[in-house]
């Protein structure tokens, strides 16, 4: 197990967090995910997300942005929910710099890095309708199901502030 994915594990049972976690070859998109079919033994209800990490123009606010894997984010809509400045996607050096993370391990796993605590955490709210959410451990090469309240309880434990809205 790599540096990166025992940090997430050993969070997770510090925490008491029940998790399932399931290896598989590097996924670098939603489509390459797909094709790997891959589901969680426990529960019927539940779902791969996407995470997408976004900041202002000014590059003073950052945002991971948690949803569907099936649902498309109109940067517009997304925006005047969160009454920010106009959005873009971060660059991979502000990935890096704020989560550690690289491009295809996007999670919110990577606010286990985020020390400073700059990014804020944006579900979904449809995401709350699922018992579990696959997510990476920080890395494309393992997929982590978790409840989405659990989730949020490590996500506020770390310190990050996060919201659910509609998208």
């Not at 996407?50 to 949803?67: A, E, H, M």
């Amino acid at each position: 197990m790599n540096d990166m994915r025992k940090k997430v594990i050993d969070f997770l049972e510090s925490m008491n967090i029940p998790y399932d976690i399931i290896e598989h070859p590097a996924v670098f998109t939603m489509d390459e995910m797909d094709k790997l079919n891959i589901k969680t033994n426990n529960e019927e209800n539940s779902e791969i997300v996407k995470n997408l990490f976004v900041r202002d123009d000014k590059k003073k606010n950052y945002y991971l942005i948690v949803l569907q894997k099936d649902k498309q984010m109109n940067f517009k809509e997304i925006r005047k929910k969160l009454n920010c400045k106009p959005l873009t996607f971060a660059s991979e050096e502000d990935l890096q710099k704020y989560m550690g993370l690289t491009k295809g391990a996007v999670t919110p796993f990577g606010i286990l890095n985020d020390i400073d605590c700059r990014v804020e955490v944006v579900f979904d709210k449809d995401i709350l309708s699922f018992e579990r959410i696959g997510i990476h451990p920080n890395d494309n090469t393992a997929t982590v199901w978790i409840s989405p309240k659990d989730l949020e309880a490590m996500i506020k434990k770390q310190g990050n502030s996060m919201r659910y809205i509609d998208i």
